[in-house]
């Protein structure tokens, strides 16, 4: 007889299939996990694309001349007497007043100068004294017949040597006293020291450069421009400054063209004063722009150009949207903001007036903003 038998599970063990079973269901939240939201997965729409349509406009036509910034008052103070530098009271970049110690040299050699002066001078009011005494004695002897016209005549001339020299005595005191004034360097107005060559303890000597000021309130460009552009230029039409450095574009108050003509270079130079120039250093860049006149040119907003080393570009809109990198050439940039296009583009093409933003957007169709301008 057959026997059939069962082997029952032990309480310690779990059942297979519960294990099995469980598996669909971890795999299912992992896949919802990891998978991206469609929210998230969808891209944002990307923002409108302002451009602009290249056209023909009345703008000025300008003639452009490079130019540095200078101080209408910079001033560098030398030394006058020798001697050994003792003190140096500011640094570059200090604001300085009128009258302020900047230097100052040791001063006992000119106070030694002085005094000997003054003995000097002593002595030659001494002796003119004695000589007047003199002479007066003598006039009287002669009128009395006791001496010679010839010792009135010699007792007359060395009164008249005693005045000399103490006219010559007092030129020199006078010179020593002023001598030991340039011991002490002031500040000639209120302005910004700019250089101090110099260190305490250096010996200063007649002509040696000991700090530098500059007034900053009053500056002025030195504009050069060629002889042949010189009859194309009114000054009394309003110029432009622009100093790249500073960021500002001004409005020359003033114009005045210096007589003379470099016969190496043949350029002129123009003095561009500037009216509200805080901010400005002398020697920085500036560009000056001389209006002419009025020409029809075909033009762009500068701010749509985009410069990479020696390339000119713009970013082209297609009539589908796309959005292109063609290369151009340009002129004079013009005062209004504008560059003026000599070859790349046509009349009535559209580019983006941001060249950053559509760099980004490049190889795919961009949505333009409002109305284009024309």
Known sequence: MIKFHRTLPSANRAPHFGVLATFPLLAAILLWALAPQASAAEPAPPAPLAASAVAYRDVPDVISAEGVVEAVRQSTLAAQIPGQIVELRVKVGDSVKAGQVLVRIDPRAAEQVVSGSQSQLAEAQAGLTNALRSYERSKQLFTQKFISKAGLD?????????????????ANAGQASTAKTFTTITAPYAGVVAATPIEVGDMATPGRPLVTVFDPASMRVIATLSQSSLRDVKLEMPVQVEVPAAKRRLTAKQVTLVPLVDSRTHTAKLRLELDNAVGLLPGQFARAYFTTGVARKLVIPASAVLRRSEVTAVYVLGTGGQLQLRQIRVGEASVDAYVEVLAGLR????????????GLLSGSIASTAGPVEK
């Open 154 to 170: 010699q007792a007359e001339l060395d009164y008249k040597a005693a005045q000399a020299r103490v006219g010559a005595v007092q």
């Open 347 to 358: 009349d009535g093409e559209r580019i983006a007036l941001d060249p950053v933003k559509a």
